[in-house]
């Protein structure tokens, strides 16, 4: 029985997927109709509920019947010397455990270094080899610059090196939301160990978030003071200075002063070009030099540049052709952002008739959330916005414009006609590829 539930469940689930987050699953043990699954780690065991509880109660139900349940518990790792000896199979992994998704091409080796992000450069690489040597880091920089690739690069090499360690990298705006789920589950307990107690190295990005939200800021500061007493590294990044973090308790801010504080420069136009060399690289794809110094002119923050350099090789790849002409005309909607953005709003308040204000209220009628679904996945996919911005711009939490963009995704994927009519309408509005679109 415990085999064909696996096997089931392997059938539904794509080898990627699997290989990622089920290499420690296993059926613990049936009783009755009630299936208990064992994995690692809680970081797995909270990953597997929510992104694969359906289909898991899915493959319980068709095996063991409709009325059948099932729970996931993680086995507790026993460092003690005492009872080293039987747990050494736990504790040899061939394979590091991602406890948080990190993105495998934020790597040192793919990130340009210049005189713009050295001393950060330097100091990551070192805490990479050394954890805890500096603790806190606390890395700040105008958006876009490169705060979480560096962060996870740190993470990423340092899995490479030892799989054993447990990294989480979250957003301060997850820590929150996890918080607040665990309040009202009553879980609060698990949710503390989790970032307290099991994790080796603890990112915490976007910490600005949490101004004006002093809850989470408490739970934070605890959290925080634990890791760190337990000689763990901690990494904050944040779009500004320790001491702009206004609100935060003075407490808190010295805590986050007390280890290396680094900041990353806007990079200059030559570290740019190096850049846009290495996104080609890393994404595959190459535009002419004279179009990426054209290019390089109007961006100068990588998120930016890179937004446009992906439009360019997506428009080469489609039409088998790129010339300057052509460029020119597709980047304007992304160069000119801030006209594009208040522009984008007022297209779709008009498109679906409603006004501006109502888009960024948290009005849910029919018309207005369509219209704000759309415009997040243009800001998206057109003006080569991040999710985090788009939620400045639309007035959202991060996991709403994904959640948003995600359900766009869908119908497109669908087939779904009237969406592709809207966002054609909307690109020839916004002036963005050439005539016609890719749409
Ligand atoms: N020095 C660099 N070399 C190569 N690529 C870079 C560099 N800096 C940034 N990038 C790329 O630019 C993009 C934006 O970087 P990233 O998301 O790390 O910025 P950020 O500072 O964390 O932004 P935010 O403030 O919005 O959180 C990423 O795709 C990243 O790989």
């Known amino acids: 029985m415990k085999d064909a539930i696996i096997k089931a469940l392997r059938e539904k689930i794509s080898r990627q997927r699997w290989e990622h987050w089920f290499s420690d699953f296993s059926v613990k043990k049936i009783d009755g109709n009630h299936v208990v699954f064992e994995v690692g780690n809680i ?10 509880g359906k289909v898991i109660s899915k493959v319980v139900r068709e095996i063991l019947g409709k009325n059948s349940t099932f729970e996931i518990v993680y086995a507790e790792v026993n ?16 394979r590091p455990l991602l406890l948080t998704p990190l ?25 990479s080899k050394k954890p805890g040597f500096y603790n806190p880091i606390f ?9 979480t690739h560096l962060a ?11 799989p054993d360690m447990k990294v989480a990298y979250l957003t301060s705006e997850e820590f929150m939301n996890e918080m607040i789920t665990a309040i009202k589950a009553g879980n609060t307990e698990e949710f503390r160990e989790k970032y307290r107690k099991k994790a080796d190295i603890l990112i915490i990005d976007d910490i600005q978030f949490l101004i004006g939200k002093p809850g989470a800021q408490i739970e ?38 007390m280890g290396i504080v680094v900041k990353i420069e806007k990079p200059s136009k030559d570290a740019l070009i190096k850049i846009a060399r290495k996104i080609m690289e890393v994404k595959g794809g190459e535009i002419n030099d004279e179009i990426l110094l054209y290019v390089v002119d109007i961006f100068d923050s990588p998120r930016l540049l890179q937004g446009a350099i992906l439009k360019l090789i997506a428009y080469k790849n489609l039409f088998g052709e790129l ?3 052509i460029a020119r005309s597709l980047l304007p909607s992304v160069s000119s952002k801030n006209t594009d953005n208040d522009k984008l709003l007022e297209i779709v308040s008009e498109m679906f008739d409603c006004n501006k204000e109502d888009i960024l209220s948290k009005k849910r009628l029919k018309n207005i959330s369509f219209a704000r679904k759309i415009g997040m ?22 996991s709403s414009v994904v959640q948003n963009i995600r359900q766009i995704e869908e119908s497109l994927k669908q087939g779904n006609l009237a969406i592709k009519s809207y966002l054609k309408r909307l690109n020839k509005s916004i002036k963005g590829f050439a005539e016609g679109g890719t749409l």
């Open 152 to 162: 996870q690069a740190l993470a990423n090499y340092v899995l490479e090196t030892d």
């Open 377 to 398: 996945y243009y800001a998206h996919k057109y003006l080569g916005m991040s999710t985090r911005e788009i939620g400045r711009l639309f007035n959202k939490t991060h």
């Open 79 to 94: 460092t003690s010397h005492q009872n080293s000896f039987k747990d050494e199979g736990a504790l040899i992994r061939k």
């Open 103 to 127: 993105n495998n091409k934020y790597t040192f080796e793919n990130m340009v270094v210049g005189d713009f992000n050295r001393f950060a450069y330097n100091v990551f690489l070192e805490a």
């Open 43 to 52: 970081f797995v065991k909270d990953h597997l509920e929510k992104e694969f």
């Open 139 to 147: 890395l700040y920089s105008d958006v876009g610059l490169g705060k």
């Open 323 to 325: 010339n300057m002409e």
């Open 220 to 257: 934070l500061f605890h959290t925080f003071n634990a890791v760190h007493e337990a000689g763990k590294q901690i990494i904050i990044c944040s779009d500004r200075p320790p001491q702009e973090l206004k609100d935060f308790h003075s407490r808190m801010v010295s805590r986050f002063q």
